[in-house]
Structures are given as structure tokens and as C-alpha cells.
């Protein structure tokens, strides 16, 4: 992504759900460049994702660039449980808030 923000000038990067790791497999990290990432990045993360739940997400040490927001009950499509009281439009309305935010604020500089 840095290269691509130095080369092309994109200014930042929005994920929704990102591939931590493998479903089932939390030891086999994708994170390696998240670390020392230097562009603005929003992850946008179901709670349940199995490719990286919050518990897991909020132990990895990721760039200050890296900007998390969690989906409540979502999975790796931001599907709620039914339990939550949340329908995956309430999920999907949340992203898309979230991620105006993000580029408002990233567009505002």
C-alpha cells in the first residue's frame, strides 16, 4: 500500500474485514506490514470475523496508521447474530458511516 500512496498518490486505504489469518489458523498472521504501514488505513471488522475476532485483533501490534472499527456481532460479512437485535443492513449502514467518516477526515488535510 505505501508504494502505491508514494507512486500513484492514494492517500489512504479502507478494508472491510481483513484476512488476519487463515479461519481456524489465528496463529498463521497476515500482519507483518501492518506494523510499519505509513498510509491511513481503516479496518472495518466484524466482531465474530474468523479471520481475526476482536479479542485476537486487539493483541497484534499494528501501525498507528491503522485505524480499527468493529462491527457489532458481525462476522467476516458483518452478518449479526439474530441475538443482537441488529439486521446485516444495521451492520452495513454502520460501514458505510464509518468509512465517510474516515475519508472526510482524511480528505479534510
Not at 58 to 74: A, F
Not at 88 to 106: G, I, K, T, V, Y
Request: proline share 7%.
Amino acid at each position: 500500500m505505501d508504494e502505491l500512496a508514494a507512486s500513484d498518490g492514494v492517500r489512504g486505504c479502507i478494508c472491510l474485514g481483513y484476512p488476519f489469518h487463515p479461519p481456524g489458523k489465528p496463529l498463521q498472521l497476515r500482519t507483518e506490514h501492518l506494523a510499519a504501514l505509513q498510509t491511513p488505513t481503516l479496518i472495518l471488522q466484524g466482531e465474530r470475523d474468523t479471520f481475526g475476532r476482536r479479542d485476537e485483533v486487539e493483541t497484534y501490534s499494528l501501525s498507528p496508521q491503522v485505524q480499527l472499527r468493529w462491527i457489532p456481532s458481525g462476522d467476516h460479512s458483518f452478518k449479526p447474530t439474530r441475538s443482537s437485535g441488529l439486521s446485516e443492513a444495521d451492520n452495513w449502514a454502520m460501514a458505510a458511516a464509518l468509512s465517510d467518516q474516515f475519508l472526510r477526515q482524511l480528505l479534510s488535510c
